[in-house]
């Protein structure tokens, strides 16, 4: 199908392009907004327009999605750290590294010359 030539212009990717960055960050009526003072200096062919109105909208839900979806894994991230974080308190320490806070490491009284000095052991009571 090719385009009618009824005397009006259609938005060219150039002009879309521009149009695109001034509208990239505004709200969807802003946006509109912007588009149709645009369009009002010049004679454009409204079906273009809409096509472009409607990559604007799309644009704008795309983003809103993916500012839940950044939301969603954020509180997913938070919740398995939580999960993780009371998991390991809950987890029992081995009896072998249990030692009681008040108990003290017996010195080793110094090994005469010429023997060698005895390892220290944990012994378990």
Do not use: C, H
């Not at 212009?9 to 001034?22: H, N, S, T, V, Y």
């Not at 645009?38 to 096509?51: F, K």
């Not at 993916?66 to 938070?78: D, K, P, T």
């Not at 080793?108 to 220290?120: I, K, L, R, S, T």
């Amino acid at each position: 199908m090719e385009p009618e030539n009824n005397g009006q212009k259609i938005l060219d990717p150039i002009e879309r392009a521009k149009l695109g960055l001034k509208v990239l960050n505004m709200s969807r009526e802003e946006a509109e907004e912007t588009i149709d003072a645009y369009i009002g200096q010049g004679n454009y062919d409204q079906a273009s327009v809409d096509y472009f109105k409607g990559q604007i909208a799309i644009q704008n839900q795309i983003k809103e999605k993916g500012a839940e979806l950044l939301v969603s894994g954020a509180q997913i991230l938070r919740l398995v750290a939580m999960a993780i974080a009371r998991n390991l308190s809950k987890t029992p320490v081995p009896p072998i590294m249990e030692r009681p806070v008040s108990e003290k490491p017996v010195p080793q009284p110094p090994a005469p010359a010429g023997v060698p000095a005895p390892q220290a052991q944990d012994t378990e009571e």
